[in-house]
C-alpha cells in the first residue's frame, strides 16, 4: 500500500478506547478538539485501514462502535477525523440509549452518532411498533423522516410482505425524542393496506411514555337500547400517583353521557372513583303492571373504592357501587352484574389472630326480585395457636355474629 494507507490487525479484531481518531490526530489543527472528548469512542472490526493521505480511517467487517451510550454495528464504517463524520454502509443497526433499535442501507453521523443523515430507515421501537421511511434526518434530538410508515401490528410470519391489521402512512415523520412525541403530516389511517382515514395532522406519545395527558381511541357503535352512538375519552395525567379519565358520549336514544374515573394511590392507601351522568327515559319492569317507561329522569352510576392502612396491625376500606336504576348499567353497556355489592370494613391482624368488623348492602338490579337485607353489622375472630403449644399439636378458635337488617 505504500505510505498511504497502513493496514492495521488484517483478520483481527482492533480495539480502540481512545477514540477513532487517534489514527489520524496529527491532521487535525491545533486547536481542534473532537467532540464529546470525555466520552471516547469504542471500537471493533476484522480490518482497519488508515488512509494518511485522505486522513481516513476505514473499518471493514463486523465493525462495532460504541459511543455515548449508542451501538451502531455495520459491514463497513468510514471516520475522517478532520470533519468527525462517521459513513456507515451494509446491514446498519443502531441502538439507542432508549431502546430504539434503527436499522438502514447507509447513514453519515456525526462522532456522537446522534445526528446526522440515515438512508432507507427503520425503527423498532422498544413496545415492538415500528417505523420504516425512506430517509430521514436527525438534529437535536429529532428524528424527521419523509413517506413513512408506521404500525404497532406484528408482521405475518408467514407473508412478511403482507399488509398489518392498520398502520398509519405519512408524507412526513417527526420523532421528537426530548417532548416524547411522532407527529405525522398529510397522514392516512390503512386498514388492511386500504386507506379509510385522512388526516393533515395526527400526534401521538412514542413508546417511551409510561403515561402522558391527549384523547384515546373514541368508541363508535349502535346498539337496541342506544340507537348509533359515540364516546370520545380524555386521559388527564394529574401526578404521578393520581390520574383520571373523563368521557363524553353521544347517543340518538339516551341522550348524552358524562363519566369520570379518578384513581388516586397515596403512602397508606388507594382511592378509586368510576362514576356517570345522563339524561333519558327510564324503563321500570314489574310483574303485574310489565314496562313502564318514566320520561326525562335523571339517571347515573357510582362506584367508589378506598382502603387506608391504619397502622402495622390495622387496616379499614369501603367500597361503594349504586345505580340509579335497575337497567342503566346494562341499556349504557357499563356492567353486566345483577347485584351491586357495597361493604364498609375494619380488620386487624396479630401474629396468626385476625378480627374484623364489616357492615355489608346489596342492590338488586334483576327484575321482580325482593330486595336483599343489609348486614349490620357482621363481626368476625379467629385464632391459631402456635404449633407444638398443646400436646404437641395446636388449637384453634373462632366465633362470628351478624345481624340483618331488611
Known sequence: MGDRMRRCGLGLTVLAVVGLAVAGASAQPADAQPANIDQPIVFSADEVVVDDVLNLVIARGNVEIAQAGRVLTADTVTYNPRSQVVA?????????PSGEVIFADYAELDSTLAEGFIENIGVLFTDDSRLAADRGVRHEG??????????????????????????????????????????????????????????????????????????????????SDLGPFGRLFYYWNMAPNQDATIETGLTRDAGPLLGLEYRHRFEAGQFIFDGSVNRSDRTDFDAMAGATVIPDQVRGHVFADGEMHLTE??????????????????????SGDDVLNSRAYAEGFY??????????????LRPNTIDQPAVLPWLTYSHAGEPGSVLGGRWFAGASGLSLYR
Open 351 to 364: 401474629g396468626l389472630d385476625y378480627a374484623s368488623a364489616q357492615v355489608l348492602r346489596f342492590q338488586d
Open 88 to 96: 456507515a454502509a451494509g446491514n446498519i443497526v443502531l441502538v439507542e
Open 313 to 334: 396491625h390495622w387496616r379499614t376500606g369501603i367500597s361503594f357501587n349504586q345505580a340509579s336504576d335497575d337497567t342503566y348499567l346494562d341499556q349504557f353497556e357499563i
Open 142 to 223: 429529532r428524528t424527521e423522516v419523509g413517506r413513512a410508515v408506521y404500525s404497532p401490528c406484528a408482521l405475518c410470519e408467514d407473508d412478511p410482505e403482507k399488509s398489518p391489521l392498520w398502520q398509519l402512512r405519512a408524507g412526513r415523520v417527526i420523532h421528537d425524542t426530548e417532548e416524547q412525541q411522532i407527529t405525522y403530516r398529510d397522514a392516512f389511517l390503512d386498514l388492511y393496506g386500504v386507506p379509510i382515514l385522512y388526516t393533515p395532522y395526527f400526534s401521538h406519545p412514542d413508546p417511551s411514555v409510561d403515561r402522558q395527558s391527549g384523547f384515546l381511541a373514541p368508541r363508535f357503535g349502535s346498539t
